[in-house]
């Protein structure tokens, strides 16, 4: 079964660094996004991308985030300059259509100290 | 998107129906009823969704009112690797999927 997959599967960064979060989405997909999840919270919608462009994004998606995709393949979640609150763990997910079901990576955990 | 309504907790016994339940009383005509659910820290996994009709697939059943202001997810034999965290999640096509705390379901020997 085609599933969308991450890398790293946890990171450890210094605040202040620079994080590229990777997800392969499912092949034939065409919509893409980003979720986070804080420790003992709720799972938070970061943003959405169709068409080589950002088409939502959060209030916690700021200046410090980025997405890209690069090549045709990969989906990237890029920060900036980590702060101790973008510890979580970040879910990448794809769907085919536009009103289809979102299938989730396993996720990356970013920790931040 | 509208919100939802789940209870916090549930148990249920191991090879019983699960049935968890969803008032989503504000939907919109347009707004389809999804299920995920989230086993331990884990990427959420989508389940069912329907619009007005129930619908059933190999991992559940969705029945929804005739109103549509509330929905019932029915795992028909639970086994104890459905314990997780259930979503009942309302959106319209094309919006993003917004998750709150959902039912966490113990399933017990």
């Known amino acids: 079964e085609p599933e969308v997959t991450q890398t790293p599967s946890h990171q450890v960064t210094q605040m202040g660094q620079e994080v590229i979060l990777r997800c392969v989405p499912i092949?034939?997909?065409?919509?893409f996004y980003w979720y986070r999840q804080i420790l003992g919270q709720k799972v938070e919608f970061l943003v959405s991308f169709y068409n080589n462009e950002i088409s939502e994004k959060s209030e916690i998606f700021d200046d410090q985030f980025s997405v890209e995709r690069p090549d045709g393949s990969n989906f990237t979640l890029k920060i900036r300059s980590t702060k101790l609150e973008d510890s979580a763990m970040y879910f990448c997910?794809?769907?085919?259509?536009?009103?289809?079901?979102?299938?989730f990576g396993e996720g990356s955990r970013l920790t931040v100290l | 998107d509208a919100k939802t309504t789940q209870p916090t907790s549930m148990d249920c016994a191991e090879g019983r129906a699960a049935n968890l339940p969803c008032n989503h009383s504000?939907?919109?005509?347009?707004?389809?009823v999804y299920w995920y659910r989230q086993i331990h820290s884990q990427g959420p996994q989508y389940i069912i969704h329907?619009?007005?009709n129930n619908e059933t697939n190999e991992m559940a059943s969705l029945i929804i009112t005739e109103d549509r202001k509330s929905s019932t997810l029915i795992l028909p034999h639970a086994t104890l690797r459905d314990t997780a965290v259930y979503y009942c999640i309302v959106r319209a096509a094309g919006n993003k999927l917004t998750f709150g705390g959902g039912t966490r379901v113990l399933v017990k020997p």
């Open positions: 997910a794809s769907s085919g259509v536009f009103s289809a079901e979102l299938f």
């Open positions: 504000t939907i919109s005509g347009n707004e389809y």
């Open positions: 329907g619009l007005k």
């Open positions: 092949s034939n997909h065409l919509y």
